[in-house]
């Protein structure tokens, strides 16, 4: 098991003791609170009950001072004194019992919720005793000392806000960091397509499908062309919210079908039958039928992400901006790169970048993280770099910039794959 492993395992053994001990409090909590409950019942049950015996006792020592005769004759009798408004030792004892019980769950609750925030606690210094919270390190601090790589991440930064519809974040940020005009012009133009689809995509994951079908519209046949699902599912969803809501939206869905399915019956034909039966169950409606999975929120959620995927593919730009890219392709390094740091630190070797723009181990990130090839020169056994690009041969052959040199003489440069002889300086770089 390696070091995250271990670091995983060990920080997930104190979250899983908490969260048992967290679970078996919810359950003892709602005991108690059930008990409380039922204490304070009859302790108002008592209390009712004795209000109701001095009102009854204090009624039957009243006596009128009217005329009871009607002779025009008052009479003035003595009444007993009010009877007491005390409670007798036996109510008093139930009150005394269920005040005490009382206080002995809330006390009880008060200790178990103490334990668990210690429990807590603990696991803030595990994650602190079991990971490494110093990054310096594996970071080039002197990158960012340059001037234009700054100007490069702030126009990243400016971009993302772009691409999710916060203009004047953006502009705050260009205006503040003094971006040059032109750097700030490429801002919004190049995110401007993009900060349209995310805002079609935003919308429906709201269910508002207005937008996205205008779009699908309009890129139709180039939607048809790479034989993309994405405008048929968009109308199946709207003929199905137009279903969704009863009986009185019958005769529009069946007219949008009409309207929207005709070009989609060669290729859906079986698929557009299945959604013509589900005005069987208009009566009882959807949420009852087998269809009423298009009425959940996964539905709309899985559609907004096809439309993502489809629409940036067919404008030929990126659905993640390159600052989410670089973020989550760094998490994905770190762990790699905070231990070799400690390698490294065993073996006395100062620094983890050696001058070179490479890392000195190899990290495979996901294949969402790849966009072009790497070549490595089949000679020097090495990988290609901007300093020692790769070289194209007038044979077709490619090999890197140092080993064109190393087994060139003068001018003349034979291949090392053919026996073709070639002018050295005729070999041109290429772009994966």
């Not at 390696?2 to 078996?24: F, G, H, I, P, Y």
């Not at 996205?212 to 939607?223: D, F, G, H, N, R």
């Given at each position: 098991?390696?070091?995250?492993?271990?670091?995983?395992?060990?920080?997930?053994?104190?979250?899983?003791?908490?969260?048992?001990?967290?679970?078996?409090?919810?359950?003892?909590?709602?005991?108690?609170?059930?008990?409380?409950?039922?204490?304070m019942s009859e302790l108002v049950e008592v209390l009712s009950r004795a209000?109701?015996?001095?009102?009854?006792?204090?009624?039957?020592?009243?006596?009128?001072?009217?005329?009871?005769?009607?002779?025009?004759?008052?009479?003035?009798?003595?009444?007993?004194?009010?009877?007491?408004?005390?409670?007798?030792?036996?109510?008093?004892?139930?009150i005394r019992k269920a005040i005490g019980r009382c206080n002995e769950l809330v006390q009880k609750l008060s200790t178990e919720h103490r334990d668990l925030h210690?429990?807590?606690?603990?696991?803030?210094?595990?994650?602190?005793?079991?990971?490494?919270?110093?990054?310096?390190?594996?970071?080039?601090?002197?990158?960012?000392q340059d001037e234009e790589n700054l100007m490069l991440l702030n126009k990243a930064i400016a971009k993302h806000y772009c691409r999710q519809g916060m203009e004047n974040v953006a502009r705050s940020l260009i205006h503040e960091c003094k971006m040059p005009a032109e750097h700030a012009q490429d801002?919004?133009?190049?995110?401007?397509?993009?900060?349209?689809?995310?805002?079609?995509?935003?919308?429906?994951?709201?269910?508002?499908?207005?937008?996205?079908?205008?779009?699908?519209?309009?890129?139709?046949?180039?939607?048809?062309?790479?034989?993309?699902?994405?405008?048929?599912?968009?109308h199946r969803m709207r003929f199905m919210q137009l279903v969704s809501y009863g009986l009185e939206s019958q005769r529009e869905a069946i007219c949008y079908a009409r309207l929207n399915f005709k070009k989609f019956a060669v290729r859906y034909e079986h698929e557009i039958a299945n959604l013509m039966a589900s005005f069987i169950y208009l009566p009882s409606g959807l949420e009852n039928s087998p269809y009423k999975h298009f009425l959940g929120q996964e539905m709309w959620t899985e559609l907004s992400f096809i439309?993502?995927?489809?629409?940036?593919?067919?404008?030929?730009?990126s659905k993640n901006s390159a600052l989410s890219v670089v973020v989550n392709a760094g998490c994905t390094a770190l762990p790699a790169l905070l231990n070799i740091k400690q390698v490294m630190q065993s073996r006395q070797v100062l620094g983890m970048w050696n001058g070179c723009d490479e890392l000195p181990i190899e990290i495979d990130l996901q294949p969402e993280f790849r966009f072009h090839s790497i070549f490595a020169c089949p000679?020097?056994?090495?990988?290609?770099s901007e300093d020692n690009p790769p070289k194209k041969l007038t044979c077709g052959h490619v090999i890197s910039n140092d080993a064109l040199h190393k087994l060139s003489n003068g001018h003349i440069l034979k291949c090392p794959y053919c026996p073709v002889e070639q002018n050295a300086e005729e070999a041109v770089r290429i772009y994966f």
């Open positions: 098991m390696d070091n995250e492993s271990w670091a995983c395992s060990s920080v997930e053994k104190d979250l899983t003791r908490v969260v048992t001990k967290l679970e078996q409090l919810h359950e003892n909590a709602a005991a108690d609170i059930g008990d409380i409950a039922t204490q209000e109701q015996l001095v009102t009854t006792l204090n009624s039957s020592t009243q006596v009128s001072q009217d005329d009871p005769m009607g002779d025009g004759v008052s009479m003035q009798v003595e009444t007993e004194p009010t009877a007491p408004q005390r409670l007798t030792e036996r109510q008093m004892e139930s210690g429990s807590i606690s603990k696991i803030g210094k595990a994650i602190d005793r079991n990971f490494s919270a110093d990054f310096t390190s594996t970071m080039r601090v002197d990158v960012l801002v919004f133009e190049s995110e401007r397509e993009f900060a349209d689809i995310y805002g079609m995509w935003v919308k429906i994951q709201k269910r508002d499908l207005t937008d996205a079908l205008k779009w699908a519209k309009t890129y139709s046949q180039q939607l048809s062309d790479r034989h993309s699902l994405i405008e048929f599912r968009l439309f993502l995927k489809d629409a940036c593919q067919l404008l030929g730009i000679i020097l056994r090495q990988q290609t």
